[in-house]
């Protein structure tokens, strides 16, 4: 069948299994351009490893490392009448690259948040492994049924404490609108920390010791955001921020507690990238179109690969590896560069549906967007019949 792209609001309904190929194919190229990370794990699980900044992870980790990877990930496979997700093409190129260069790599379809899916990985790491190196946190989910109580929490994009109101874009259409967002009650907020903050990282952690697959010197890190002022409101400040605020708790409780054997837990701020979880934030799409412009003109612009290859090199070659006062690794620190934040602070104001075009770099979002799921990558043909029904 000939695929082409469908948008729904903030989302891509089709995906490309062959551009979706090309695409990680493109950032395994980028990672073996800059040669081995020194030092680096060799046995590696990545939870939440389909997509953005997981998949980075677990590219950086297998061909910047030569790790062993083991991938966990909740994606919907291709059916007769129905594409598969982009994660799910991703997952698929992503082994059959690792496997033709010799490198181990087995994946796990399922929900992460359950007991199931870490005793399913628990086994892979004893069967094939032994213990694991590194443990990559990278969920991304809108709810999350709790393995031990069974209630479904969802998770809310909403300020605290006062309505929010601003601008955003509508990357579809083009057009740049006000936004007015009511603010959270205790449940939104509630429900969001139980399905974005810290609980589950720590739940895989303590599945993982208790089955004694974690080595010596074992490293763990989650990924979070922080943002400048103008998305701090929906933020950092939000619902979304509180859950942060609890998984960087739960990173002190945990380095409190795997130094001990040597042990490392960290989170690590990232910089704004489109991402199929960012692109569903007001005022965010609209804050990254113009950072993009900005860092593209200033030679600093980073995509989600690049991110890692960064964060690899600070984990396992500075020593120790370097952190803000709060103990959280900043490879956000280009982006939040005072000339940067206030360059993009200058522009904010003049954004409109007028000279969107100009002003920001929105042709550059739109095109990290479509890339996520496989489409508008070079030496992909778009018209020729592509086969959905990719399998590992």
């Known amino acids: ?49 389909s997509t953005g900044y997981g998949l980075a992870s677990r590219i950086a980790a297998a061909f910047g490392g030569g790790a062993k990877t083991l991938g966990v990930f909740f994606e919907r496979p291709s059916e007769p009448d129905k594409l598969g997700t982009a994660g799910w093409y991703n997952s698929i190129a992503f082994e059959k690259a690792a496997k033709a260069e010799g490198l181990y790599a087995r994946s796990i379809n399922g929900d992460a948040f359950s007991d199931a899916i870490k005793q399913e990985a628990i086994n892979a790491i004893k069967e094939d492994l032994g213990q694991i190196d590194l443990l990559v946190y990278s969920l991304a989910s809108p709810r999350r049924t709790h393995p031990k109580t069974g209630v479904t929490a969802k998770s809310t994009l909403k300020p605290v404490g006062e309505t929010f109101t601003s601008k955003t874009v509508d990357t579809d259409k083009g057009t740049v609108n006000p936004v007015s967002i009511e603010p959270a009650n205790e449940q939104d907020i509630a429900d969001t920390v139980a399905v974005m903050g810290g609980e589950d990282w720590r739940m895989w952690i303590d599945a993982l010791e208790a089955a004694n697959v974690l080595a010596d010197g ?63 934030i007001p005022v965010v799409p609209l804050y990254i179109s113009i950072l993009y412009k900005v860092m593209k003109e200033k030679g600093l612009h980073e995509g989600c690969i690049e991110q890692m290859h960064r964060l690899f ?62 489409f508008g990558l070079p030496g992909v043909d778009y018209e020729k019949e592509a086969e959905p029904h990719a399998t590992f």
């Open 313 to 374: 090199e600070r984990l396992y070659q500075e020593s120790p590896t370097p952190t803000d006062e709060q103990g959280r690794i900043r490879v956000d620190d280009w982006e939040m560069r005072p000339e940067i934040q206030q360059a993009v602070a200058e522009l904010w104001p003049s954004v409109s549906t007028e000279n969107l075009a100009e002003v920001t770099d929105i042709a550059g979002y739109r095109s990290e967007f479509l890339k996520l799921f496989g």
């Open 1 to 49: 069948m000939i695929i082409k792209p469908k948008i729904r609001g903030f989302i891509c309904v089709t995906a490309h299994p062959e551009g979706c190929a090309a695409h990680v194919q493109e950032w395994i190229g980028y990672i073996k351009k800059q040669g081995p990370v020194a030092n680096a794990p060799k046995r590696v699980l990545v939870v939440g490893s």
């Open 218 to 280: 074992f490293t763990t890190v989650a990924y979070s955001y922080i943002g400048p002022d103008l998305t701090w409101a929906i933020y950092r400040n939000g619902t979304i921020g509180r859950a942060k605020e609890d998984l960087e708790k739960t990173a002190h409780d945990l380095q409190k507690r795997l130094s001990t054997k040597n042990g490392r837990a960290f989170v690590s701020i990232n910089k704004a990238l489109v991402t199929q979880a960012s692109s569903a």
